[in-house]
């Protein structure tokens, strides 16, 4: 009886030792993260992580139904406790099935993005690029997803940051490589100067500025010389009261389709300026759609212009990515000035008279890059393959005119649907192409359509290489007697001696 007594205090003592041990596991991972935010404020939910070995150890109990035990010597594995287990977990699994959802299905509970980007450098970047990791902590969990050749700098290399070592490596990063995709993620603690980005944003053209949860990626054209205080084109423009344009600096003319034009604004305070307001750059094709955007502080951000001293002049640079798949031709290069606060746009003048909000620079070419882009770097939201005789339809991209950042933006009757097809060439086309775009009601009844040629005919499909990507743009001004309900966008494509083909393509919704 003795033995047995002490086995079985044996037990109940093995069983308070790791029940203890596991609440510790639980709870001084909390503690010790409470106990570090009196003093200064560093919650994140990732550093729990440690507890949650723990807290899985209680939950398994708990449904296992080990807390009920023994109750008079006989034991409770029958089928009420089996019942008991069973709705626990149900109600553990009832709990956990929103935040799975959540996690894998809704933006909003995203985690920075690495995979994306890792994607998109491999979809887009060449041999003469390289890859920047403003803050070397990102190198781990950067080098899981991406398995390029590119070479990556991590920047600065040491805490706290040396400038001049730093300007020595970012010289010698900028005479090697021809475009830099720059990953910036705890800057505050890295890099709390911002010296690397403004550095950067002062010997280089930033394009592309994007933030894809907390990582944000800057992709920066490398001039192929230094870029200096000469200007090319001068001219005298004003913008708004005080902000004059002495003109500008365009080192290439021509550019490919997929590749960064650089432009350089030199501009001049006239007064004292108490508003910030940005920069856009637009590249027109010949049907004034926009090809290559670009809206930004002077100097990648960092020279708001209500800080510029007055007779300062600020050399300004701007990367224009030309989107992949832009026709060649001829395009146009427009720049102006708008509030930060309200949007409103500067008027321009010259010579005293006002001319518009916006001011045009001289045409630049654009040409079919040596190889087609990957679809991958395309863009495309809808993925929707088809073939038309000798062309493929490979997706589309469809949104409110000027919402095309934000494809959710509600549509109503009267606005315009901008569409944007992406079309590849699979064979050599010996003949013209017709594009018909019907728009239908629930009942089946057409109430637009639309006949037009692909690119607006400025650049016809017969002009068209086998295998080359064509993005193809149109508006599509909707009735404004529209009535509430589901409307179905059909797309026909025939050609002579070729069968119509049709696809429905998207749905829009009142």
């Not at 023994?70 to 019942?83: F, I, N, Q």
């Not at 637009?282 to 990648?300: K, S």
């Not at 427009?334 to 930060?340: F, N």
Request: with cysteine; hydrophobic share 40%.
């Amino acid at each position: 009886h003795l033995s047995i007594r002490r086995q079985r205090q044996m037990c109940i003592r093995d069983r308070l030792q790791a029940l203890l041990f596991t609440l510790l596991f639980l709870g001084l991972p909390v503690l010790t993260m409470y106990a570090l935010s009196l003093r200064r404020p560093a919650y994140d939910p990732k550093f729990l992580l440690l507890a949650t070995p723990a807290f899985s150890l209680l939950l398994a109990r708990g449904i296992a139904g080990e807390w009920l035990g023994e109750v008079h010597g006989r034991s409770l594995r029958t089928a009420g406790r089996w019942a008991v287990t069973c709705l626990l977990f149900l109600f553990v699994g009832a709990a956990t099935i929103p935040s799975l959802a959540n996690y894998y299905f809704d933006d909003r509970y995203a985690r920075d993005d690495y995979r994306g980007i890792a994607s998109y450098i491999g979809a887009t970047a060449d041999q003469d690029d390289a890859i920047i990791l403003n803050a070397p902590g990102q190198m781990d969990i950067f080098s899981y997803y991406y398995q390029g050749e590119l070479p990556v700098y991590p920047l600065p290399g040491q805490r706290p940051l040396d400038e001049d070592k730093t300007k020595g490596d970012l010289e010698g990063i900028v005479d090697r490589h021809r475009r830099l995709y720059a990953l910036f993620w705890g800057t505050d603690e890295s890099d709390p100067g911002r010296f690397v980005e403004g550095w950067l944003d002062q010997n280089t053209f930033k394009a592309i500025d994007s933030w894809h949860g907390n990582v944000r990626l800057v992709i920066y054209s490398v001039p192929e010389e230094a870029a200096g205080e000469e200007i090319q084109h001068p001219l005298t423009a004003t913008f708004g009261d005080d902000i004059a344009l002495l003109g500008y600096s365009l080192p290439a003319s021509q550019v490919q389709a997929g590749d960064i034009l650089q432009l350089t604004l030199f501009w001049q305070a006239r007064g004292e300026i108490t508003q910030r307001y940005k920069v856009f750059t637009h590249i027109l094709d010949g049907r004034f759609n926009i090809v290559g955007q670009r809206d930004a502080e002077p100097v990648g951000g960092t020279r708001p212009t209500d800080g510029w001293q007055e007779r300062e002049i600020i050399v300004d640079n701007h990367g224009v990515l030309v989107l992949p798949g832009t026709p060649p031709g001829q395009h146009q290069l427009e720049i102006g000035m708008y509030s930060l606060e309200t949007g409103q746009r500067l008027v321009v003048s010259r010579e005293g008279e006002e001319v518009a909000d916006h001011l045009l620079l001289e045409p630049i070419q654009v040409v079919k890059p040596d190889a087609p882009p990957p679809v991958e770097a395309l863009g495309i939201q809808h993925r929707r393959e088809m073939g038309f005789g000798p062309v493929r339809l490979l997706g589309y991209n469809l949104s409110k005119l000027g919402y095309e950042h934000l494809p959710d933006e509600p549509v109503h009757p009267g606005d315009i649907l901008h569409l944007t097809l992406f079309w590849q060439a699979v064979d050599e086309i010996d003949t013209d192409l017709t594009i018909t775009l019907r728009l239908l009601d629930q009942a089946g009844n057409e109430v637009l359509s639309r006949e037009v040629k692909p690119m607006g005919g400025t650049h016809p499909p017969t002009a068209w290489q086998r295998g080359e990507i064509v993005r193809d743009q149109h508006n599509l001004l909707l009735p404004g007697d529209l009535g509430r309900g589901e409307y179905r966008l059909l797309l026909s494509v025939k050609g002579e001696g070729l069968e119509i083909g049709t696809l429905s393509l998207a749905t829009v919704r009142f």
